[in-house]
């Protein structure tokens, strides 16, 4: 568990910098539509499938770090809009301090509850399946209602992906700490993205 926490915290470092990166050049920017989503899926699923196949070598790591410097450069489309507004500085660390007591809550429960949560695994990968098919209709028919949805239930499933892969370390079902870091690592980026949105579209201040 202890290398799972010290990986994940790590894995943030290159995230703010493929962040900072994508918000500095610019270069996403022109990722929209269905550019964007083709971009975002080969790499993510590239990324991915490296990482299964390297996590019991010395290459995990990197490549890892690697995948998280890309989510990083990816999310930075969406914090460069946040980041318009007047306030989007705070909305930013309204969205991370959101994300860290969301995790902190989740690490809490799982270390509590005695319960296996094992079978909640078949019915989240049913909800991420509904909610990526109901994202990518909504990237072609944009609606705020859409949008404020997507972003509501992608927490609300997040979260519970988190008490469950959380769940699932405590107890043993999952043992390498590459993969457990990886499952860990997305339940807070999407909860984070998520959130980030959802201040945007609520909080957001033009001067």
């Known amino acids: 568990m202890r290398n799972t926490y010290w990986l994940l915290?790590?894995?943030l470092l290159p995230t703010v910098l493929g962040a900072w990166a994508g918000v500095a050049t610019g270069i996403t920017r022109s990722l929209g539509g269905g550019l964007g989503l083709i971009?975002?899926?080969a790499g993510a699923f590239g990324f991915m499938y490296a990482i299964q196949k390297t996590k019991n070598s010395a290459a995990g790591v990197p490549v890892l770090l690697g995948f998280t410097f890309f989510m990083g450069l990816m999310?930075?489309?969406l914090i460069a809009m946040v980041l318009g507004y007047s306030n989007g500085a705070s909305l930013v660390m309204t969205a991370f301090a959101g994300t860290a007591g969301v995790f902190?809550?989740?690490a809490s429960l799982a270390s509590v509850i005695k319960r296996d949560l094992s079978g909640m695994g078949k019915f989240l990968f049913v909800g991420v399946i509904v909610l990526l098919i109901?994202?990518?209709i909504a990237m072609f028919v944009p609606s705020t209602g859409a949008m404020l949805a997507i972003s509501v239930a992608s927490i609300a499933i997040f979260s519970a992906y988190?008490?469950?892969d959380l769940k699932q370390i405590i107890d043993g079902g999952e043992t390498n700490y590459i993969s457990a870091t990886l499952a860990l690592y997305l339940d807070l980026f999407n909860v984070f993205q998520s959130l980030l949105a959802l201040l945007g579209i609520f909080g957001g201040e033009r001067d």
């Open 162 to 164: 988190m008490l469950y």
């Open 104 to 106: 902190f809550a989740m």
């Open 9 to 11: 915290a790590l894995s």
């Open 75 to 77: 999310l930075s489309r």
């Open 39 to 41: 971009v975002f899926m």
């Open 134 to 136: 109901a994202s990518v």
